[in-house]
């Protein structure tokens, strides 16, 4: 009996899982499109989500160099493993290399045209507003020029080197030192010079001038012991050298010009001649010459 109890609990076991398996797939197909119908509309949704968000990100890219900074990089999630760089901002190009300077001759430039500009209105238009505005003008550039004028002094005064007053004084004291002290040396050389430089005087008898240079040479010769060789360009004498030659082409020979009185510096180790000068020279400006000549490279003395 017990077998038969237990056989008939098996076989209704076994026609409730018939049952069961039988209604299973009937439900299973309306979960499965309820489940298909959700994951389609929310896939929908993030379609929709997505196409509203590429906009944004268009936006915000395109916006994102001129913004820069750190809300250019917040707005791009790349990841863990990705990096923003933030784009460079373009250099600053200073206005005074926008705007070349002008150089300072055509800034000079300027302000002459404007003063003349300011002039020339104050008299065509003679207005006070007009005067006012040139006087003013014009002091601004009396202030700059007695600035600059200061300036030149003071640098003169604290740089030896650009100060040519130690080499010719202009005030009073210094040039009288300056002078004697000139004068001395002058005088030594020039008795040194009558012996190894001569000098040759070329003359014409009917030249006055001559004869008011002849004493002042004559004077000059004995003083400093230099020889003269007086020649006559017209063959007539002179009182002041009557130890005289006449010319018989020396002065062609010199190449030196037809002009009386002439004085010639001859180098009787060179064997060269330097013209001293023509026409009426002092003593005093006989010898300076004769000394510059002699001593003296260009631009020297000076």
């Known amino acids: 009996m017990k077998t038969i109890r237990g056989n008939r609990r098996g076989r209704f076991a076994a026609t409730l899982l ?6 299973a797939p009937v439900a299973a197909p309306a979960q499965s499109l309820d489940l298909q119908s959700a994951a ?5 949704d993030d379609d929709a989500t997505d196409d509203q968000a590429q906009p944004e990100i268009l936006e915000a890219s395109t916006a994102a160099p001129a913004q820069g900074g ?3 990089c917040g707005q791009r999630r790349l990841g863990q493993w990705f990096y923003c760089e933030r784009p460079k901002a373009p250099p600053k190009t200073p206005q005074a290399a926008q705007q070349a300077q002008a150089s300072a001759t055509d800034r000079m430039k300027a302000i002459t045209r404007q003063l003349d500009e300011l002039k020339n209105r104050a008299i065509l238009e003679p ?5 006012i505005a ?8 009396l202030d700059r020029a007695s600035t600059f004028s200061d300036t030149w002094q003071r640098a003169l005064w604290q740089n030896p080197d650009i100060d040519y007053t130690l080499q010719r004084p202009v005030s009073t004291l210094g040039k009288r030192a300056w002078s004697d002290n000139r004068s001395a040396t002058r005088d030594q050389m020039l008795e040194r010079l009558g012996q190894r430089y001569g000098m040759f005087y070329f ?3 009917s030249c006055a001038a001559c004869e008011v240079f002849s004493p002042i040479l004559r004077s000059v010769a004995d003083s400093h012991r230099m020889t003269v060789m007086a020649v006559s360009t017209d063959g007539g004498p002179s009182r002041s050298f009557p130890n005289y030659v006449v010319d018989s082409g020396q002065r062609q020979r010199m190449g030196v ?15 060269k001649t330097v013209p001293i000068g023509f026409g009426v020279m002092s003593a005093d400006e006989i010898m300076e ?10 631009g020297e003395d000076f």
């Open 40 to 44: 389609m509309a929310d896939a929908g």
């Open 134 to 141: 040139y006087v003013r003008y014009q002091r601004e550039q």
């Open 257 to 271: 010009p037809l002009a009386t009185p002439a004085l010639v510096l001859f180098d009787t180790v060179t064997r």
């Open 203 to 205: 003359f014409a008898q």
């Open 18 to 23: 018939m049952l069961l398996a039988a209604a």
């Open 70 to 72: 750190d809300f250019y």
């Open 289 to 298: 010459r004769i000394f510059m000549l002699t001593n003296t490279k260009p």
């Open 127 to 131: 207005t006070e507003a007009n005067v």
